[in-house]
């Protein structure tokens, strides 16, 4: 693999223009889209700077689950978990569907910001590949991105209705999955998951804001108020510049006031909270404590 790497990540800088290039990665789950990208970032990184977009909301390595976020390569790190976050947009959910909206927003935002940062921006993807609504996603972010090379992987044939209606101005590389590529079960996932999400609010406090200090935006209108949310709900936190601050947890509150988990955040007010239907919480691990046995920030 590491010749096959070298060889990618000469053609990449052969491919780069004056300014950028970014690269999208698709392909199925357990293809090594992950163990291919940070392979190639850990090379890229050797002579220029690279930046890593972790785009698969459901098994995130560069922030926590739910979010899309971005960090740095570095030449010595061969760890996506390990790179410093350099910014994160929440989703609202574990898998795209019914959350295409915001992950394209928020796969744009990173966007922004990584190509500020670096000439060469790789884009890793999750696994969402079936399907008319996975198509669209795909092909609508290719036009946004607009990234001069797409690396397909794929075992056989699976990403052919994809790639049909991606716009030609990209290069798209097929590579072949690798053998090795191990599939991973649901309870694997999970487990994952619960890892990154432990990792997250392994510093967590108790935070409570008053309904009518904040903006309040809803991933999914339903008819019901969704204030209080449920408790274990994921809660987007954005300041007052419309930027993500980071995620919590709902903690049982009232109409008037939103009490959740979330870890030290950094300098600066919570504006605005956006209430998901995700659920977190106790399925994943993170206790949610009764108001008498909670401590307070």
């Not at 392909?27 to 220029?48: E, F, M, N, Y």
């Not at 092909?139 to 992987?153: D, E, S």
């Not at 919570?270 to 919480?281: P, Q």
Request: proline content about 8%; some cysteine; charged content about 20%.
């Amino acid at each position: 693999m590491d010749d096959a790497v070298e060889n990618l990540a000469s053609d990449l800088l052969d491919r780069r223009t004056t300014t950028h290039l970014t690269c999208l990665i698709l392909g199925g789950p357990d293809t090594g889209k992950t163990t291919l990208i940070t392979a190639l970032a850990q090379t890229l990184a050797r002579q220029t700077r690279v930046a890593v977009i972790d785009a698969d909301i459901g098994q995130s390595h560069i922030g926590p689950p739910t979010t899309v976020g971005w960090a740095m390569a570095d030449p010595n790190v061969g760890d996506l978990t390990r790179l410093p976050v350099r910014g994160l947009g929440f989703v609202g959910g574990l898998s795209p569907p019914g959350r295409l909206l915001p992950l394209m927003v928020t796969l744009n935002q990173a966007a922004l910001e990584a190509r500020d940062a670096a000439p060469i921006v790789l884009v890793d993807t999750g696994g969402y590949i079936q399907g008319p609504a996975a198509r669209a996603l795909w092909w609508n972010t290719q036009r946004m991105l607009n990234p001069g090379v797409v690396l397909a992987v794929q075992k056989e044939t699976e990403l052919a209705p994809v790639l049909s209606g991606l716009d030609p101005s990209s290069a798209v590389y097929r590579l072949q999955a690798a053998a090795a590529c191990r599939t991973r079960s649901r309870q694997m996932r999970r487990q994952f998951r619960r890892q990154r999400l432990l990792a997250y609010f392994r510093h967590r406090q108790t935070c409570e804001v008053g309904v009518e200090d904040i903006a309040i935006q809803v991933v999914r209108p339903t008819e019901r108020s969704p204030v209080p949310p449920e408790p274990g709900t994921a809660l987007g936190l954005i300041d007052g510049d419309g930027r993500d601050l980071g995620i919590g947890v709902a903690l049982p509150g009232s109409e008037r006031r939103i009490r959740f988990l979330a870890p030290p955040l950094p300098s600066g007010h919570i504006h605005g909270v956006i209430l998901s239907d995700a659920r977190l919480g106790q399925a994943l691990g993170l206790s949610i404590p009764s108001p008498e046995q909670e401590p307070h920030a």
